[in-house]
């Protein structure tokens, strides 16, 4: 079963991360990171999601996370799905 789940995170599209709230440092994130944004994961482990997102992304993944604390708080877990822009290494979008 984990080389199953290895293989979908090494080879998806779109990235999926696990950030820290309290930090507001990425924890965990798949390869594909590498092809979206140009940085391996090990460049993502542990920096801050401000220096990773643009600042309406930032604004729109505070806001939900604000929204999910008091939630997860009464045991309520919700998996979200959103589309944000990253900042390419190369400084595009």
């Given at each position: 079963m984990e080389k199953k789940h290895r293989f979908v995170s090494d080879n998806l599209i779109d990235a999926?991360?696990?950030?820290?709230?309290?930090?507001m440092k990425f924890e965990y994130v798949t390869e594909s990171i590498k092809k979206i944004s140009g940085c391996n994961?090990?460049?993502y482990l542990n920096s801050s999601?401000?220096?990773?997102?643009?600042?309406?992304?930032?604004?729109?993944?505070?806001?939900m996370i604000a929204e999910e604390i008091p939630r997860l708080e009464k045991g309520i877990k919700n998996v979200r799905t959103v589309e944000?822009?990253?900042i390419h290494k190369n400084g595009t979008l």
């Open positions: 999926i991360w696990a950030l820290d709230v309290e930090t994961v090990k460049e999601i401000e220096n990773r997102l643009t600042p309406e992304s930032l604004q729109e993944i505070t806001a944000i822009e990253l």
